[in-house]
């Protein structure tokens, strides 16, 4: 059997092949997906992609579910799985009725469904409005935020609970470098780096305005916005459409793969669930 893991990140498994747009790991290729997938047709038994779909356009999506559908082997599995519209919505409906309560809690879990529906798709910095509410010292809804969106969530509360924990004023207290330090090492990173060097001569040629403008641009393009939102249905339908069958909604223990949460791609070693916002689809490609 062998098996791809698409869009990796830093959750794969080492007897896979395992892509992502950077690697991460010795055990992960680099390459850009928007480019297709470089392996032959009829290459593997399982091919599997988790929070990927949904930063690719509606266009690109497609594109790319056809290029998965190509490498597949006749009679193997395509497993998608991508946070599901149908579920935050529905929480969404639910978290606004309980707004009218006046409980903190229940305001905050409003607020907070209110940065996943929209703070992926239209914020322009890296973590958004959403790691400014996971960085604060006091968080009423944490529960409802870990139950909602898992572990790594989960790691992110606890480590900036912890770096602020570990703060005394002595280190809230900024020193500013001397000139001639600053100098130095601006001269030193204009040596080294090109990429400075383009970014310095951008500030020197462009007005305050178009340096912001530039800014936002590439980050939107840097992949980490959300481009699309799928439901069970249209994403059924997507994979309909590329010619898949025996099309089904899984559970994150449930899968056509044998001994699939031996993985941990969409598990923890314990059993809890990675992703709980998620949606999992899967799908067969016929025989000739």
């Not at 990796?8 to 896979?16: A, E, T, V």
């Not at 998608?80 to 707004?99: F, H, K, M, S």
């Not at 809230?172 to 001269?187: A, N, Q, R």
């Not at 916005?225 to 025996?246: A, F, N, T």
């Amino acid at each position: 059997m062998k098996y791809l893991n698409l869009g990796c990140g830093k959750r794969f498994h080492p007897s896979w092949t395992n892509i992502n747009f950077s690697s991460t790991d010795e055990n992960v290729i680099p390459y850009d997906l928007k480019k297709g997938i470089p392996y032959a047709d009829e290459s593997f038994d399982i091919v599997y992609h988790s929070h990927l779909l949904e930063h690719l356009s509606k266009n690109e999506a497609k594109a790319f579910t056809k290029e998965c559908y190509r490498v597949l082997r006749h009679q193997g599995v395509l497993r998608v799985v991508v946070p599901d519209l149908e579920q935050i919505t529905r929480l969404y409906i639910n978290c606004l009725d309980n707004t009218s309560n006046n409980f903190l809690e229940q305001e905050q879990n409003y607020e907070w469904i209110l940065l996943e529906m929209y703070d992926q798709t239209v914020r322009n910095q890296t973590g958004g409005e959403m790691i400014n509410f996971l960085s604060r010292k006091d968080i009423p809804n944490q529960e409802f935020i870990i139950k909602r969106c898992g572990s790594e969530f989960k790691r992110i509360i606890l480590a900036s609970q912890k770096t602020d924990s570990q703060k005394t004023d002595s280190q809230k207290i900024v020193v500013d470098e001397s000139s001639i330090k600053k100098l130095v090492k601006h001269l030193y990173r204009l040596l080294r780096y090109p990429e400075y060097r383009h970014q310095a001569l951008l500030k020197l040629i462009l007005k305050p305005i178009e340096l912001e403008a530039l800014s936002i641009g590439q980050f939107r393009q840097s992949g980490e916005v959300h481009q699309w939102m799928y439901d069970r249905y249209s994403l059924s339908k997507l994979l309909q459409e590329i010619g898949l069958e025996k099309i089904i909604k899984r559970t994150a223990h449930e899968s056509y793969i044998s001994n699939w949460t031996s993985f941990n791609l969409d598990t923890e070693p314990d059993g809890s669930i990675y992703k709980p916002d998620s949606l999992y689809m899967e799908a067969i490609k016929p025989s000739l």
